[in-house]
C-alpha cells in the first residue's frame, strides 16, 4: 500500500516537474503565435489607416467640388444660366422731383411734380478685354406727343487694350464737365442739375462715334473721341443745347466733333480737368452763315474729409455771321459749389451759376442763380434734396425763383 | 485726330496684355509675403455670412473663401461690385490692421484712378471700429463714387475676416 502510494507520489512529482520544465517551450509558442496576431493586426490597421486616408483624400475632392459647385450656384444662380448671369450686370438710377418757382416772366409760374429719369443700365463681359455697356432713359415718365422721351443714353463696345489703354465704340457719352458723365443722383447736390452743366455743356450730352482712353500715369489721364457733331439752328439762336442731335434716324454725320480732355487725378479727393472740342461745321452744311465751334472747358473738383469744393467754366466760339448776329457766337457760363458733409447722412451746399448762350453781342442776356440746400442720404445709394433757388435774368425773361424738393437713388 | 488716334494705338498696343487673375493673384502674394504661404479655406458658415452682411449689406457670393496666414498676418483675394463690374482686390491686414490694399482686376469703363497707388495707399493702417467702419476717412474720386465705396467694403471686410481666422469665431 505504501510502496503504491509511493508510486503515486513519484508519478505527481515527475508529473510535476515534466510540468514545469516544459512550460517555456509552451510559453515561448504562444509568444510567437501571438506576435504573429500582433504583426497581423499591425498589418491590418495599416491597411485600414491607408484606406481612410484615401477614403479621406477622396472626401476632400469631393467637398472641394461641391464647394465650388455651391460657389457658382452662389454667384450664377441656377447653372442653367451660369455663364450668361455670371457676366452680365443690371443697375439703375432715378430722380423725382418736385419745383415749386414763382415766374414773372412769359413762362409763368412753375408747380410740378415730374419723375424726371428712370434709367436702366445693363453691361456685359464678353472677355476680359471686351465689354458692352448701355443706359436706357425714359424722361418724364411717360411718353406721348412731345411729352417725355425714350433714349437710348448709351451703348457702346468697350475694349481694354491693356493697363493703361481701352478703346469704345458707339453711343457715348463726350468726355466733358463734371456732371455729364457722373449724374447718378446721390453723388451731387441740387434737385435740378446745375444750369451751367445744362444749357453750356450741355448735360447729358451722348454722341454717336468712337474713343481712346489712356492712362499716363501719375494720375494722368487722356480721353479723345470723334462722335457725331451738332446740327445748330438759327431758329434756336444756335443755342448749343437745341443743337444736339440726340442721335434720331437720319443723325448727320457730315462733320465730326474732336474732342479731347486731359485730366488730373493724382491725389485722392482731387480732380483737375480741361476738356477741347472742335467742330467744322456746327450746322452740318445745312446753314451757310454758320461755321466751326471751338468749346474749352475746365473744372476742378476738390474733397478733404467733409468738405468739397466744385467750380467749372466752360466757354463756346462759334463762327460764321449767323451767330454773330444773334450774340451766339460766344456762349459761355461758371459756376462754384462749396458744400459740407455734416455726417454720412447729412450735406448741406450753396452754389452760384452764371452763363449767357448770346454773350457776343451788347445785348443783356446772362442768367444768374443761387442755390442753397441740403442732401440727405437715408441708405448711400438713396437720396432726399431740398434747396431754394433764386434766378436773375435779362428784362422780359423767366426769372424761377422758390424751391424744389427731390428723391433720387442708383443701384 | 486720326493720326493721333493711331499714334496712340502703336505707342500703348505693344506693353504687355493684362496679365489674368491668378497671376496678379500671385504677384500680390509674392509682394505680400516673402515666402508666400499655403493656401488656406474660410468656410462661409451662417455665422461669418451674418457678420459679412452687416459689412456688405448683402451675403458673400460664396461657400468659402481662401486666404493665406503667416503667423500676425492674412492676405485676401475679394470682390465686390462697384456700378456695373465686380472689383477683385488683393488685401493684406496685419495685427488687425490694413497693409496694402492692390486692385488686382478694375472692369469698370471709368474711375481707373481707384487702381492709384496715391488712392490705395488711403487704407494703409486702418482699423474697424466697434460699429464695422473704417477708423481712417477716405477721400473719394469724382465719378468713381461707387468704386471708391466698394473698395471702402472691401477693406472693412478683410479686416472682419481676419478678426474671424484669429479668433476662430466672427465678431
Redesign the interface.
Known sequence: MSKQLNLVAYKAIAVFLLTCFAAPAWADASMEDRLKAMEQRLDSLEQENLTLKRQLQTTDQKVEVT?EQ??KI??QGVPSKAAWAEKT?F?GYGEMSLNQLHNGGPSGNVNQIDFTRFVL?T?H?FN??L?F?SELEVEHAHLEGNKGELEVEQAYL?Y???????G?AGIILVPVG?LN??H?P??FYGVDRNPVETNIIPTTWFESGAG????LGS?F?VD?T?TTGFKADAADNYGVREARQEQFQGTLARNPA?TARLKW?????V?LASTVQYQADITQGLDATAGGAILLETHA?L???PFALKALYANWNLKGSGPASVGANKQNGWYVEPAYKFSEQWGVFARYNRWDNQAGDVIDSRFSQSNLGVNYWPH?DVVVKFDVQNQKSPAGQDAFNGFNVGLGY?F | MVRFFLLTLLVFLSPAWSADQEAETARFLSETFSQPPATDTLWLTNEVQSAIHSVLEHDYPAARLRYWRDGQRTAWVLEEIGKEMPITVGISVNNGAVERVSILAYRESRGWEVKSPAFTAQFNGAKLTPQLTLDHNIDGISGATLSVRALTRLARLAILLHNTVMNGHAP
Open positions: 464647394g455651391i460657389d452662389a454667384t450686370q443697375g443700365f453691361g463681359e476680359d478685354q465689354s455697356r468697350n481694354n487694350f491693356n493697363d493703361r489703354l481701352s469704345r463734371i458723365e457722373t447718378e446721390p453723388t481712346l482712353t489712356t492712362h494720375g489721364t479723345s470723334v474732336y487725378a493724382g491725389i485722392p479727393g480732380e473738383v474733397n478733404r474729409g448711400p442708383q
